[in-house]
């Protein structure tokens, strides 16, 4: 009989495998070109096994970055003592660019690069995007609410977390873009922390200094 460590780490071995050979072939061919069947056939699992695993093809390419819809919401839950939320946020978000995550757009590897590329000329990848963004934001307003205490509204709580997810999105897809555009990675990651710095600004005063009333008279 197998130990239940024996299984776990079988089940991590064909998790890895559908998803390498999925991205094989679709980096090589374009996602709309390679069939579930074939995938299977590379990875020497049967189609049902494969979703099994995964429940569409779309999954099987995003399951690499599906962990890092939590990262901002256990920023926040995890932030030190006298840490506002926002500045928790900024500070992780930060650490990644420093580090060049591939989930802020920020890679010179060329295998990240071309995953870059596969997800910006799918239509389908970039929809199940939305997805995780929504996820991320509904994680983003639990722990906002959890950190603000009993009088948290959530309202305001939903759209803080809405607004925050959106800009850290919109800043990865900038860096992404100008990375697979073949931009030095040196002058991405630059530019990627006075993006960050000024959305963070932004975010901090809220948008109404982008927008004063007009002046009577």
Same mark, same amino acid.
């Given at each position: 009989?197998?130990?239940p460590?024996?299984?776990?780490?079988k089940?991590?071995?064909?998790?890895?495998?559908?998803?390498?050979?999925?991205?094989?072939?679709?980096?090589?061919?374009?996602?709309?070109?390679?069939? =579930?069947?074939?995938?299977?056939?590379?990875?020497?699992?049967?189609?049902?096994?494969?979703?099994?695993?995964f429940?569409?093809?779309?999954?099987?390419?995003?399951?690499?970055?599906?962990?890092h819809?939590?990262? &901002?919401?256990?920023?926040?839950?995890?932030?030190?003592?006298? &840490?506002?939320?926002?500045?928790?946020?900024?500070?992780h978000?930060?650490?990644?660019?420093?580090?060049?995550?591939?989930?802020?757009?920020?890679?010179?590897?060329?295998?990240?690069?071309?995953?870059g590329?596969?997800i910006?000329?799918t239509?389908?990848?970039?929809?199940?995007?939305?997805?995780?963004?929504?996820?991320?934001?509904?994680?983003l307003?639990a722990?906002?609410?959890?950190?603000?205490?009993?009088?948290?509204?959530?309202?305001?709580?939903h759209?803080?977390?809405?607004?925050?997810?959106?800009?850290?999105?919109?800043?990865?897809?900038?860096?992404?873009?100008a &990375?697979?555009?073949? &931009?030095?990675?040196? =002058? =991405?990651?630059?530019?990627?922390?006075?993006?960050?710095?000024?959305?963070?600004?932004?975010?901090?005063?809220?948008?109404?200094?982008?927008?004063?009333?007009?002046?009577k008279?």
């Amino acid at each position: 009989m197998e130990q239940p460590g024996l299984r776990a780490r079988k089940k991590q071995e064909t998790h890895e495998a559908i998803a390498e050979a999925a991205l094989a072939m679709m980096v090589e061919r374009g996602f709309d070109d390679v069939s =579930v069947a074939e995938i299977a056939e590379v990875a020497h699992v049967s189609k049902v096994t494969v979703f099994n695993y995964f429940p569409t093809k779309e999954d099987i390419v995003l399951a690499r970055i599906e962990d890092h819809t939590a990262g &901002t919401a256990d920023a926040v839950r995890d932030r030190p003592s006298g &840490t506002s939320p926002l500045d928790a946020i900024q500070t992780h978000f930060t650490r990644l660019i420093t580090a060049k995550d591939p989930i802020t757009g920020l890679s010179d590897r060329p295998d990240v690069i071309a995953f870059g590329r596969l997800i910006l000329e799918t239509p389908a990848l970039l929809a199940k995007f939305a997805e995780q963004r929504t996820r991320e934001q509904d994680q983003l307003a639990a722990s906002l609410r959890q950190a603000l205490g009993k009088g948290a509204d959530s309202l305001t709580c939903h759209l803080a977390a809405l607004q925050i997810v959106s800009v850290l999105w919109a800043l990865a897809e900038r860096n992404l873009r100008a &990375t697979v555009s073949g &931009t030095h990675p040196r =002058v =991405v990651a630059r530019n990627a922390v006075k993006d960050s710095q000024t959305a963070f600004v932004l975010l901090a005063r809220g948008v109404g200094d982008l927008m004063p009333a007009p002046t009577k008279g």
